[in-house]
């Protein structure tokens, strides 16, 4: 497997990851509407009210990227594995509409290797080296409440993560020698977040509802400390690099990052136990991300979103009837903005496969099913001068018990 190089996580706090449930992601991401009684819709806190079994919730994504850049023209390909999500929902009471959840699961990821040549005047030819690494976690605990039509709900939770950069520079000259150069940025953070929702349900017909949802993070800041290094290094082909003289140096630099607030919204037509059609739409406000008091490349972003669900029927006795299957698309702009407006678009689709029939998971409480979803889709245009498609290979693995609620008999 290729090493992963995304140069657009440089910006902000890196690429962002999807921030679904691998069952939602199927359909373009749709969550804001969604519940089911075995599916742990960690987006929309709401819905953890209508969670009817406990359950664990596991997930892990492939990503491959192609890279394609104008001057000079060239193609680059990466791909690498990272675990989606990993949390368990539960019912807290039997004949209520009460719920809970606890997970943690990646947010935005930071990856890049870069290296550009040029000629500089009086200089000669000059060599400097990108890299970075790090990311950004949540790591959270949330419930859901309600009636039967309205339900409520919230995470609260624990953000944290590191943004590391290195440049590197090399100067080469006939006459003159010039040391190798290198700056490095190291930075830690954490802080707290809180993340709310709402969801609304009723009968249009015998049958079909009509669902609402909506969901909010809120602003929050981040406490930062960062390691600062200015540095002359030589290369030494026993030990690697060699630091040979400190130009500037500090250690815990106290500081803030902001982080933007989020929202979603969404409508749903579904018909029970069949089909359902939804559309959402997102945004987020990354103009107002700052790192020590300083802006980024970084702008306000919006994401359509349209998805569906079908189930053949429920009740077959064939198999392939009792699969749900899903798709959908989502566009819209990157919230990276160094390079132009970046485009950002994808068709998604999938499927949950369950491991017993339904009339066995019906008489017996227990639900265990295989989430798979697959995206197709592309970053920036013909009028950008680095071009990124993408594909996601995502499965997860429900499994959902009667655990923790108590028998009665007759």
Known sequence: MAQENSPYSRYGLGDILPGQ?????????ISATYYDPVTVNFTNPASYARLKYTTFDVGLDYTGRTLRAVDPVRTLRSGYII??????????AKKRNWGMNIGIRPVTRISYQLQQNERLPGIDSVQTNYTGDGGLYQTYVGTGFGSKHFTAGFNFGYAFGSKNYVTQRSLV?????????????????????????????????????????????LKSNLNATRDIRRETYVVNSTYGEIMKDSVYYSTDDKGKIIMPASYGAAISIEKELA?????????????????YDTKDDVKNTWV?????????????????????????FYVGPDYVTVNKNLPTYAVTFGASFPV????????????????????????GNKSNSLRESFYRIAVGLSLSDIWFIKRTYQ
């Not at 490095?184 to 954490?190: K, L």
């Not at 089909?275 to 790192?291: F, G, L, M």
């Not at 359509?304 to 959908?328: D, E």
């Open 21 to 29: 449930n691998i069952v939602n992601r199927a359909m373009g991401g």
């Open 83 to 92: 675990p989606s999500y990993i949390q368990v929902g539960f019912p807290l």
């Open 173 to 217: 000259n006939d006459t003159v020698f010039y040391e190798r150069g290198k700056w490095a940025d190291s930075t830690h953070f954490g802080g707290v977040f809180l993340h709310g929702g709402v969801q609304y349900s009723t009968h249009i017909s015998k049958s079909v509802l009509l669902k609402l949802g909506a969901f909010a993070q």
């Open 275 to 291: 089909w359902s059609v939804s559309a959402e739409y997102n945004i987020a406000q990354w103009a107002d991300y700052r790192y």
């Open 304 to 328: 359509f979103r349209l998805g569906t669900n079908f189930i053949p029927n429920y009740k077959s006795n064939s198999y392939w009837g009792q699969v749900q299957y899903r798709a959908g």
């Open 356 to 379: 017993r029939k339904y009339g066995y998971s019906l008489y017996t409480g227990q639900y265990t099913s295989i989430n798979t979803a697959f995206e197709i889709g592309a970053r």
